[in-house]
């Protein structure tokens, strides 16, 4: 199923066309009746010559009402410019086209309205002004019909021609993310709160778990229809109304989008290319605020210009928005920026969940390009760049894709040595890593492992937490990227530590010497051993990994073979007796309770001895 949307200034005959041509009265507001003028969106359907049921979304003309034209505009497969042949080209067809072609709205048709109110001479002056008007748009090849509401002259060759456009037009695609962007809602009596808009990218059906974004607020459908026919699943690319359960009218706004669950993120900062109105009077300067309108939603935003100070109207760059209120998009949706008056620009999302970008920064504008213009597997490649490692769900997000496709891409990707796959040892989800970042991330552990060593020499190495918290990923990620540091060869583990394949403790001559007195000094009175004379640290250390010394408190050193001697001694004691108490291991060996305690809580962190009260026992 198609959509079709209507486009012109106010009074130009858009609602009297569509019910021409469907039969169906799309203002449904009391004050548009009144007034005689659509202020909201209006709806209407029909079915073409050729069987094909298309959807029409009639949009006010009125220049107060801009707002509303671009909730309705965005979903359109074929658009329907409207022009009075008694008035021409008005302000509002310029505007309304524009957004047209900011929006790549490539297939369109013109209806000029009227014509029984015009002679030949003045219409076909109006249908030259209409070809001028399109001249370098989206819309350039668009036919240009001559119609009158009112007599029905004209209509069956626009029907016909709109059939024909239709018949060339590829459906939506189903990459089963389903988007509803909301552009009403409403209650009905005894079956609650009900939602339309026009879905996209995927089907929903009755039953199925749903989710409205960004409220992140959960349902379940109770029921569809298009057209005001009830339907068990709705496919993309169709106007469609979803009975909510669990959900108020006030919960579902417009603007919100409805989705299945756990997906779509909502965001506050998004890379985009962007497209200034070649009509404007002035360039748009770096960080200037305007409203963002992009599916039914609208928001304040800034607008960071990357690639320069200024942009010019007609000119086209790259800007990264920030966002007053989280939007949830993806990347190829269009936008339309404005001021409180006109319509500055628009152009495409080319990353959501962006992050943030040096300015004129040459290497994050290639990205974006390849983002942009790349193949499948550019585009995988360049989000991997910009958005770091990615598991293979969240990666089809960033770039847009089936999962399938973006598996298939990915694979080719491995296959050529461009990406590589983190798999998990012990189960879980895959993290893909684009090469030149895999190869960064080695550089920075061994750079910072590099200077750990000329820091700490005489350390074995360094902290694992240590070194996984300078690699910048979710702790998830930072494991996988060690683990794959390892299997490499690149980093080695000694314990808990990690070090440089190369790495030797290095102790100089003196430090030596101090050690081995130190040794001599524990020994000439090995149970207890002298505690005012501790080495630093890290030159202690070296003796406990050399097996000299048995470090069993803070302050409390013994030499190994002391050591053993007093296992030995109070294992035996234990053998024989059962227990034993502090008093009976300072008698053991003559030495003080200091000594004697320091022992035994080592022997109890050990699991060699088990405390009961003030006794010892043998685990």
């Known amino acids: 199923m198609f959509v079709i949307g209507t486009a012109g ?53 009125h220049e107060r009402f801009i707002k509303n034209m671009l909730a309705g505009v965005g979903g359109i497969d074929l658009a329907l410019l409207v022009i009075a042949a008694d008035e021409s080209v008005m302000p509002q067809t310029r505007e309304h086209l524009a957004i047209l072609d900011l929006l790549q709205v490539s297939r369109g048709l013109v209806a000029v309205t009227k014509k029984d109110l015009v002679d030949d001479d003045w219409l076909e002056l109006v249908e030259a002004e209409a070809e001028d008007l399109l001249e370098g748009t989206t819309l350039e090849e668009a036919g240009i019909f001559p119609v009158s509401a009112f007599t029905g002259d004209g209509l069956p060759e626009l029907i016909a021609a709109i059939d024909s456009l239709l018949e060339q037009t590829p459906p939506r695609r189903d990459i089963g993310r389903p988007r509803l962007p909301i552009d009403r809602s409403f209650v009905i009596s005894g079956f609650g709160a009900v939602v339309t808009g026009t879905l996209t990218e995927g089907s929903l059906s009755v039953g199925e ?26 496919q993309p690319g169709t106007r469609t109304a979803v009975n909510l359960s669990g959900i108020s009218q006030e919960e579902a706004r417009r603007g919100d989008v409805l989705t299945i669950p756990g997906w779509l993120k909502p965001a506050r900062t998004i890379d985009v290319q962007l497209r200034l109105v070649a009509s404007l009077l002035r360039p748009l300067r770096h960080n200037t605020n305007v409203a963002l309108h992009t599916g039914a939603s609208e928001t304040l935003c800034r607008v960071l210009l990357l690639d ?3 942009l010019h ?12 209120q989280p939007v949830p998009v993806v990347k190829g949706d269009y936008f339309i920026i404005r001021s409180s008056e006109t319509t500055l620009g628009g152009g495409n999302v080319v990353a959501a969940q962006a992050r943030r970008h040096r300015r004129n920064d040459a290497a994050a504008i290639e990205r974006l390009t390849m983002l942009q213009e790349g193949s499948g597997g550019e585009a995988l490649l360049a989000a991997l760049e910009t958005h770091g490692p990615l598991d293979i769900d969240t990666l089809a997000r960033q770039v847009n894709l089936s999962l399938e496709e973006t598996r298939n891409w990915a694979a080719s990707l491995t296959e050529e040595g461009n990406i590589l796959s983190l798999e998990p040892k012990r189960g879980g989800v ?39 918290s300078r690699l910048n990923s979710s702790s998830q990620t930072s494991q996988l990227l060690l683990e794959r540091l390892l299997e490499e060869g690149a980093v080695v583990e000694d314990d808990s530590l990690l070090k440089l394949p190369q790495h030797q403790p290095s102790i100089s001559d003196a430090e030596r010497r101090e050690l081995d007195e130190y040794v001599a000094l524990l020994a000439s009175d ?44 109070v294992v035996k004691h234990l053998e024989s007796e059962g227990k034993i108490t502090i008093a009976q291991v300072r008698d053991l060996f003559n030495t003080s309770r200091k000594y004697a305690l320091a022992l035994m ?11 009961a009260g003030d006794e010892r026992a043998l685990r």
């Not at 379940?220 to 009830?230: E, F, V, Y």
């Not at 109207?313 to 007053?324: I, K």
């Not at 809580?601 to 405390?611: A, M, V």
């Open 601 to 611: 809580e080592h022997l109890d962190r050990r699991r060699i001895t088990r405390r």
């Open 308 to 310: 320069r100070d200024r």
């Open 313 to 324: 109207p007609g000119d086209t760059g790259w800007a990264q928005l920030r966002l007053e």
């Open 430 to 468: 895959s993290i893909l890593v684009s090469f030149s970042l895999w190869a960064g991330t080695r550089r920075k552990a061994e750079a910072f492992l590099a200077g750990y060593h000329v820091q700490h020499p005489l350390r074995r190495g360094a902290p694992r937490e240590e070194v996984r």
């Open 526 to 569: 090995p149970f207890s051993p002298p505690s005012a004379s501790l080495p630093r640290p890290d030159l202690l250390n070296i003796l406990v990994e050399e097996g000299k010394v048995v470090k069993v408190s803070d302050t409390v050193v013994f030499t190994s073979n002391a050591y053993q001697d007093m296992v030995d001694g």
């Open 9 to 61: 200034h106010v009074d130009h005959g858009k609602s009297v066309l569509v019910e021409a041509l469907t039969g169906i009265d799309p203002d449904r507001l009391d004050e548009e009746k009144r007034r005689g003028m659509t202020i909201d969106l209006g709806f209407a359907w029909m079915t073409l010559p050729s069987g094909r049921e298309v959807s029409l979304v009639d949009v006010p003309g």
């Open 209 to 234: 778990e749903v989710e409205l974004v960004p409220a992140g607020k959960g349902s379940r459908i109770r029921g569809l229809q298009s057209h005001r026919k009830s339907e068990e699943t709705a």
